[in-house]
């Protein structure tokens, strides 16, 4: 019986998400960390798969940044967590 990769993942506590969506800074840094390689990894893949662009000919870290700058955004106003 194969094991679900999930069972062991660690999630971020809810009182960081809810810091995060309040907008603080250390939170939201904790937030960027956490899925840093998730972003990556999809922004890469939509790249090249929907985009067709070929990631030795971009500047993937400026573009990331951008990617985040935008996500904050969205976090900061569009999420509400009700306890």
Not at 38 to 50: H, L, P
Not at 68 to 78: A, D, G, N, Q
């Amino acid at each position: 019986m194969r094991r679900n990769p999930y069972e062991e993942y660690e999630y971020l506590p809810v009182e960081v998400i809810r810091s995060a969506c309040e907008g603080d800074s250390t939170a939201l840094s904790a937030v960027i960390r956490r899925y840093r390689s998730y972003a990556g990894k999809c922004f890469r893949t939509i790249a090249e798969s929907k985009y067709e662009l070929h990631m030795s000919n971009i500047p993937v870290d400026d573009l990331m940044q951008e990617v985040w700058i935008k996500l904050i955004e969205v976090i900061r106003t569009k999420f509400v967590i009700a306890c």
